[in-house]
């Protein structure tokens, strides 16, 4: 399946598909959109006749991902659903994940995203730009991956991150839901 072909309209909503690069990376970001609810997830692959394959564990990833190589794909499209709702589309890139998965492992916090919110945040008149693709959203999920590979020591921004834009940004958030 191309990358044209993902990218799925639902709800009159047009969103292009959230790019992977590995198995864990995937269930951290469906995780990550059930952080404090009791919800479940469920990942599945698209085939090329556009049915759907429930993928439970690595294992089974990894066979599609062998599946779609051997068949010259270039591309496996993925749908998540959160309580049995579709949620997101997914993408992993068959030949630019090793190359992207190679450059991710050098563990840079990103620095761009952390002005943009020390810039939007640390002000009086603060906007929090809160989706998942926006600058906080990516400064978290940075910071979990940090966390899970115990890294988190050693590196300052990230620390700044959790120390400083984190607790202002939901002290303005619980602020604003009071007003």
């Not at 639902?10 to 590995?22: A, G, H, L, Y």
């Not at 090329?48 to 564990?57: F, S």
């Not at 916090?109 to 990516?138: C, H, Q």
Request: with cysteine; hydrophobic share 35%; charged share 35%.
């Amino acid at each position: 399946m191309s990358s044209e072909q993902t990218g799925a309209i639902r709800n009159n909503i047009e969103r292009p598909p959230v790019e992977v690069t590995d198995w864990n990376e995937l269930v951290r970001y469906a995780q990550f959109l059930c952080l404090k609810a009791d919800k479940k997830f469920k990942i599945c692959a698209v085939d090329e006749e556009q049915e759907e394959i429930r993928i439970e564990n690595k294992d089974e990833f990894d066979t599609n991902i062998k599946y779609a190589r051997d068949h010259g794909l270039k591309s496996l499209a993925l749908i998540v659903y959160i309580d049995d709702q579709y949620s997101f589309d997914g993408i992993y890139h068959l030949n630019k994940s090793k190359e992207r998965s190679n450059t991710l492992k050098v563990n840079i916090f990103p620095l761009d995203k952390l002005k943009s919110l020390r810039d939007n945040i640390l002000v009086d008149k603060w906007y929090i730009p809160v989706k998942l693709d926006e600058a906080l959203g990516i400064c978290l999920t940075s910071t979990i991956e940090f966390v899970q590979e115990g890294k988190l020591d050693a590196n300052t921004e990230c620390k700044e991150f959790i120390e400083t834009i984190v607790p202002e940004a939901f002290r303005k958030i619980d602020v604003w839901k009071t007003l």
